[in-house]
């Protein structure tokens, strides 16, 4: 379905460089290309979406997802911190994952990322264990758009603490490298909707002439990177051992610029903003994830003042639990206020701008995506806000952030394609997700030794 498409009178939020928000607002679709945005627009279109009680975003985009960590929803208890919660769950669960499992965890986490509203994503640490030619294959099937980073690493270790990672995901750096170029070859720009880049595992377990290699290449072949990075406060131990800040140890190893999109940066420093602002370098902000696991609040204000571009992630199912980048709006906004002890410290403008075009510029693809403008190609997410939820209508963007779930999104259009319509997801079977996740959990809590803990 890629025909002529025409929204019409809908509350349009733009997130183009004013930051428009059109009421009675219409956007037509041809060749999977935005051609007119306004009020009164009049054409006949093969589809037509009535616009009445509707909010049209840009789709949205989501900076980091563990594709992995879908079906780990519920495998995890709720109350182990970072370290812990790695090294006793989340990696001994990854770590014996099947090819058979990281094909339905993928499944699961495109179907409810298309079911809320998101349209484009940057995929973390994909490890040589989960068959990343078969992942990447159903990424593109799905009709997203996404930046998918390979694992890379030469040492077992985390930050300061050497030997822990499991056994199941230690991967050489030679073994990385060569499933990236291959990656990179096959898939690379493919429909301009897929992107190969590194996911390096985590300072800690790549050395500094690895991280140097990973700077090269990503200068020679326009690619990009993904890490998570000074996500608790002991993770500054790390950097404080080397005599550096974390931005600091990135700028000197050239893992800085464009493209590179670092998550979580809940404990970064001023000289650390300063390095990213002027580096073009983004944040990912992962606001469930640093409250489940207690990892702190992202100095996301301090950020914005100091000229860093900061976007927003959902993480994974153990840390979230969901994918839906609604309801992580919503918490971004109360924690920066609550965090500052002023309302008036973020607004849902900023947060507009945060979860659609600063995405999209992180992942370099802001000339054809990350707004509604014309000449931009079509991802639009649909919001039905005549729901108890969401009404009066009188401030409706606003009502939708604060008040909705990405469940009010009723269609998603990528490329001038639609990957739910009405209400369903058409690009991902939904049935074999509920037929098979349950059966293949319970495989894998086995496979991990582990019991279900409620
Ligand atoms: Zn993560």
């Known amino acids: 379905m890629s025909g002529t498409i025409l929204i019409k009178d809908a509350t349009v939020v733009t997130a183009n460089s004013r930051n428009e928000i059109i009421k009675g607002g219409s956007v037509l679709i041809e060749n999977g290309e935005i051609v007119d945005v306004g009020k009164r627009i009049q054409a006949n279109a093969e589809f037509v979406i009535d616009g009445k009680d509707r909010v049209v975003f840009p789709g949205l985009v989501n900076t980091h997802v563990h594709l992995a960590q879908g079906i780990l929803r519920g495998l995890v208890p709720d109350n182990v911190a970072l370290i812990e919660w790695l090294k006793d769950y989340v ?110 595992r985590t300072p800690g377990a790549v050395s500094d002439e690895l991280f140097r290699r990973i700077a090269d290449t990503v200068r020679e072949h326009g690619s990009g990177v993904t890490m998570h990075l000074a996500e608790v406060r002991d993770d500054i131990r790390y950097f404080a051992g080397r005599g550096k800040s974390p931005g600091k140890f990135l700028k000197d190893l050239g893992m800085v610029g464009r493209n590179y999109v ?136 606003s009502n939708l952030i604060y008040s909705g779930t990405g469940m009010d999104c009723t269609d998603l259009i990528v490329d001038g394609r639609f990957l739910k319509r009405d209400g369903k997801v058409v690009t991902v079977d939904e049935n074999e997700v509920y037929e098979k996740s349950g059966k293949l959990a319970a495989e894998l809590l086995s496979r991990a030794n582990l019991k279900e803990w409620m």
């Not at 294959?137 to 603490?161: C, F, H, L, W």
């Not at 945060?354 to 992180?362: D, K, R």
């Open 91 to 200: 990696w001994p669960l990854q770590g014996s994952m099947t090819e058979e499992i990281m094909d339905i965890s993928t499944k699961l986490t495109l179907l409810e990322m298309i079911n809320t509203g998101t349209s484009s994503f940057v995929a973390t640490s994909i490890n040589a264990r989960y068959n990343v030619d078969r992942t990447v294959e159903n990424v593109y099937k799905s009709g997203m758009r996404a930046a998918i980073g390979k694992q890379v690493m030469d040492t077992p270790g985390y930050a300061d603490k050497p030997q822990i990672l499991h056994q199941g995901l230690v991967e050489d750096a030679e073994t990385s490298f060569k499933i990236y170029e291959q990656m990179y070859g096959k898939w690379h720009g493919r429909d301009n909707r897929i992107w190969m880049w590194f996911s390096p």
């Open 262 to 397: 670092y998550v979580h940066g809940v404990w970064l420093n001023y000289d650390d903003m300063e390095i990213f602002a002027k580096s073009g370098t983004s944040v990912s902000h992962n606001p469930s994830s640093n409250s489940k696991l207690g990892s702190g609040i992202a100095p996301v204000t301090k950020m914005i003042k100091n000229g860093v571009n900061v976007t927003i992630g959902t993480d994974g199912a153990p840390s979230n639990d969901d994918y839906d980048l609604i309801r992580e709006m919503k918490l971004a906004l109360l924690l920066q206020k609550v965090n500052d002890l002023n309302p008036q410290a973020i607004s849902v403008l900023d947060m507009i701008k945060i979860a659609t075009i600063n995405g999209a510029w992180s992942m370099g693809i802001e000339n054809f995506t990350g707004s509604i403008e014309k000449g931009k190609r079509a991802d639009i997410a649909v919001f039905n806000m005549r729901a108890p939820h969401l009404v009066p209508p009188v401030a409706p963007v």
